[in-house]
């Protein structure tokens, strides 16, 4: 009896241990999303701060880790602490704005410049954070 146990046992683990290597191996290999081939919700950065200060939660529920296409006035352009480049696009409350880390650098974005980016929305910090954005032509 204890024989017969023990290998109902050892099956069930071998059947989870081969699920999870099946399951890692197919989460390790995910194709990444690529925001150039996402349609972008479009929008302002002001009305994209404002959306986010009237009611975080429902803003979450619309922008967040969805494709955003901001249009706006670069207000500052800058580095990340890992090397990429990073524009922050003004609004109507000088205290915040749209901070967009590019996946590609710019090198010709000045401050002052009107400019239309695609991101993937990662919420509000001090600020609206786009991640992996891409310059909009």
Known sequence: MRK???????????????????????MWNKPNR????????????????TAYQADENAA??????????????ISAVDKSQDGKSTI??????PMTGVYCTLKIGADNL???????????????LSDVRLRDAVIVK
Do not use: H
């Open 4 to 26: 017969k146990n023990l290998g109902t046992i050892l099956l069930v683990i071998l059947i989870l241990a081969v699920a999870g290597a099946v399951i890692g191996y197919r």
């Open 88 to 93: 922050m696009l003004s609004s109507d409350d």
């Open 60 to 73: 979450n529920a619309k922008f967040l880790d969805k494709a955003i296409e901001v249009s706006g006035t």
């Open 34 to 49: 690529s925001v150039a081939n996402e349609a972008g919700i479009a929008i302002t950065a002001a009305d994209l701060v």
């Open 110 to 124: 000045a401050v002052g410049t009107p400019v239309k980016v695609k991101g993937f929305c990662s919420g509000m």
